[in-house]
């Protein structure tokens, strides 16, 4: 069955600091993986996605993402943080249910918190 | 564009009552979909559509129905709500491009208490 693992429930970080957020996929051969973000009481926003190509993906707010093949990884990072960065974040890969529908398999979700 | 939108935002229920959330999108989305969220557990599929007239089942259907007559709504209906179904429920659209999901739009959410 498909799985989407985030293997940190909570990660604190310094505002300024690195941030890297941690996916591993379950399935398929060239899969189609999203990062999403929810901050308090929202729904969630797409921050980027892999469908092929190139294996370091651009997104919104100045995060990227690596697709490693080898590892079934799809980590998120982001080179310095701000405080408004606070919030749960998403892996997320697409596969299909049946014949005739797609779903998205979610991840647990990472709560990243900011210090000042 | 007012994109996604849920109505009602909170809502209390007592167990064996019924209900049904609204969904809406104006961005004529071929696909639209019904999700919960329960802490630590991600968001999981409730059911799905592809079109007008056309609905299935995702992951966690029992004690949902849905029904999507237009493009446009989405109502998700709870027959006889149990606490097992306090969560909050997002609906979302998205294009498909080549059967595949392009982009979802998720709604704001509405927050569900069955007592």
């Known amino acids: 069955a498909q799985s989407v693992t985030q293997p940190d429930i909570h990660i604190t970080v310094s505002e300024g600091a690195s941030l890297e957020l941690r996916c591993n996929y379950s399935y398929g051969a060239t899969p189609y993986l999203f990062w999403y973000v929810q901050s308090p009481g929202q729904g969630l926003q797409l921050l980027l996605k892999y469908f092929s190509g190139d294996t370091l993906v651009q997104g919104i707010k100045g995060f990227e993402a690596e697709f490693k093949r080898s590892q079934s990884s799809f980590n998120l990072r982001k080179p310095s943080v701000h405080w408004s960065d606070a919030a749960e974040y998403f892996c997320a890969e697409e596969g299909r249910i049946k014949a005739a529908g797609n779903k998205l398999t979610f991840g647990g979700g990472t709560r990243v918190l900011v210090k000042p | 564009n007012a994109g996604v939108t849920q109505t009602p935002k909170f809502q209390v229920l007592k167990t064996g009552q019924s209900m049904t959330l609204q969904c809406a999108q104006d961005?004529?989305?071929?696909?639209m979909s019904w999700y919960r969220q329960d802490p630590g557990m991600g968001l999981r599929l409730i059911h799905y559509s592809v079109g007008a007239g056309i609905t299935d089942q995702g992951e966690v259907p029992n004690g949902y129905n849905v029904s999507r007559s237009t493009t446009e709504d989405f109502p998700l209906r709870l027959l006889s709500a149990a606490p097992s179904q306090t969560s909050v429920y997002f609906c979302a659209s998205s294009y498909l491009r080549g059967g595949l999901l392009f982009e979802q739009y998720f709604g704001p959410g509405t927050r569900l208490t069955v007592t």
């Open positions: 961005m004529n989305h071929e696909y």
